[in-house]
């Protein structure tokens, strides 16, 4: 069965930055469109960014855009997701996820979850 596990999560003052990290196993990893996704407290579970199979095309919801870096390496099974310019809105349980589709946004889209890991930042 496919494993998704996030790191690097916790929290942060506002303003700062954090790096999560995806490792993937019992997939082949280059085949598997990557995102994440996030679920704030007592909201539903939305898109953050995604990244095409080489790493070539990136994707990312407005709220992220200029602020938050997707990478890859397909090497190495990880997905990674640089965190710059925290806000206290982006506090939310982030989700590493495999994608049918790229370009499609949405959870229905979402084949595999990793089981979360939690960032708050602090105002």
């Known amino acids: 069965q496919v494993q998704l596990v996030e790191s690097g999560g916790g929290l942060v003052q506002a303003g700062g930055s954090l790096r999560l990290s995806c490792e993937a196993s019992?997939?082949?990893?280059?085949?598997?469109?990557m995102g994440w996704f996030r679920q704030p407290p007592g909201k539903e579970r939305e898109f953050v960014a995604a990244?095409?199979?080489?790493?070539?095309?990136?994707d990312y919801a407005d709220s992220v855009k200029g602020r938050f870096t997707i990478s890859r390496d397909n090497a190495k099974n990880t997905l990674s997701l640089q965190m710059n310019s925290l806000k206290p809105e982006d506090t939310a349980v982030y989700y590493c996820?495999?994608?049918?589709?790229?370009?499609?946004?949405?959870?229905?889209?979402?084949?595999?979850w990793g089981q979360g890991t939690q960032v708050t930042v602090s105002s």
């Open positions: 990244i095409s199979l080489t790493g070539d095309n990136t």
């Open positions: 019992r997939l082949t990893f280059s085949r598997y469109i």
């Open positions: 996820a495999t994608l049918r589709f790229f370009g499609v946004t949405t959870t229905q889209a979402v084949t595999y």
